[in-house]
């Protein structure tokens, strides 16, 4: 069982029934990710960011490759929203960052 969530670390929590579960954290108006070659399950900060907005120095993130999950169905998402996990696709090893631009 996972105890603690880390920031820009995506999840996929599973719940038996449906129900409403409070998590209590700090908010990130900016962070650095680690990416890994392949896919990531990343998470955002807590305003939205628009994909164009990352600041991604090493050219990693494969375009029109980020994906949120819902209802059983994967969409190619522009903007990264809080409170959500997205898969991402990176073509190498390094940091990407996300910042609130306002």
């Known amino acids: 069982m996972l105890s603690n969530l880390y920031a820009g670390e995506g999840y996929w929590l ?11 954290g700090n908010e990130y108006y900016e962070i650095a990710i ?6 990531n399950l990343i998470s ?7 994909l164009s907005e990352i600041d991604d120095p090493d050219g990693l993130i494969v375009p029109e490759t980020c994906y949120h999950f819902e209802n059983g169905l994967y969409s190619n998402i522009d903007t990264i929203e809080p409170g959500r996990s997205y898969w991402i696709f990176s073509n190498g090893f390094g940091l990407i960052y996300l910042y609130n631009s306002n």
Do not use: D, L
Not at 34 to 39: D, F, M, N, S, V
């Open 14 to 24: 599973y719940f038996e029934e449906e129900n409403v579960t409070n998590i209590i």
């Open 44 to 50: 955002g900060i807590a305003s939205n960011v628009s």
């Open 34 to 39: 680690q990416i890994e070659e392949r896919w």
